[in-house]
């Protein structure tokens, strides 16, 4: 008994690492890989490094998608599009009644 005492906190240490911080990372990194597969053609986004336009095309062979801007057309990874600032960007807004 003495033995598992000795290793109780230690694994009790492992179990709070696990589910406060790598389960949690695990199930964002699933997310961000289902919206980047769900991306369409006409969606709004804004990348990681905070460029906003549309999605113009997408390919599926190495993963990217080339997006409209103002001023021209560029491709980007689909990983390089921020999931948290388009959905912020897409969601209806609610209008303040006066």
């Known amino acids: 008994m003495e033995g598992i005492s000795g290793f109780l906190p230690i694994i009790a240490m492992f179990a709070v690492v696990y589910f406060f911080m790598i389960a949690p990372q695990m199930k964002r990194a699933k997310k961000e890989k289902v919206f980047a597969a769900e991306l369409k053609r006409g969606d709004r986004v804004i990348t990681k490094s905070g460029l906003h336009g549309k999605v113009a095309e997408l390919n599926d062979k190495d993963n990217s998608c080339v997006i409209e801007t103002m001023s021209g057309k560029l491709k980007f990874d ?19 009644k006066k």
């Open 78 to 96: 689909r990983s390089a599009i921020s999931m948290e600032m388009s959905s912020a960007l897409n969601k209806p807004t609610v209008a303040l």
